[in-house]
C-alpha cells in the first residue's frame, strides 16, 4: 500500500510557474513508476508526465512538452512536476499516481495508488 499526497498547487497567472511535489509513503517508492494527471471539469483525466521508477525514461504530453518537467528523488520518497509557462488550459485538479510495474506509461488505468489531488489554477 502506497499512500501518495500533493502539494504545490495554487493560483497563478498565464505565464507563471508552479511546482507541484507528492510525497509517497513506504519502502519501496524506487520500485514504481510515477505519473502526473490532471483533470478539468467536464474532460476526462489525462496524464502530464510519467517518470519511470529510477528516473531514467519520461513522457510528456504533447501540450506541455517544453514547459512541464518530472524528476523524483527516491532517497526523499517524492515525484515533482515543474510547470513553466502556464496556460489557462493548465487549470485542472493534478494528480500524482504509482504504478508497480516500473515502467512509463500515460495509461490511468495502469496505475495502482493516487493522491488526492490538488488544484492548479491559471487566471489570464
Known amino acids: 500500500q502506497v499512500v501518495l499526497v500533493e502539494s504545490g498547487g495554487g493560483l497563478v497567472q498565464a505565464g507563471g510557474s508552479l511546482r507541484l511535489s507528492c510525497a509517497a509513503s513506504?519502502?519501496?517508492?524506487?520500485?514504481?513508476?510515477m505519473g502526473w494527471f490532471r483533470q478539468a471539469p467536464g474532460k476526462e483525466r489525462e496524464c502530464v508526465a510519467a517518470i519511470s521508477r529510477l528516473g531514467g525514461n519520461t513522457d510528456y504530453a504533447e501540450s506541455v512538452k517544453g514547459r512541464f518537467t518530472i524528476s523524483r528523488d527516491n532517497a526523499k520518497n517524492t515525484v515533482y512536476l515543474q510547470m513553466n509557462g502556464l496556460k489557462v488550459e493548465d487549470t485542472a485538479v493534478y494528480y500524482c499516481a504509482a504504478d508497480r510495474s516500473g515502467l512509463v506509461s500515460t495509461e490511468p488505468h495502469e496505475y495502482d495508488y493516487w493522491g488526492q489531488g490538488t488544484q492548479v489554477t491559471v487566471s489570464s
Open positions: 513506504g519502502r519501496t517508492f524506487s520500485t514504481y513508476a
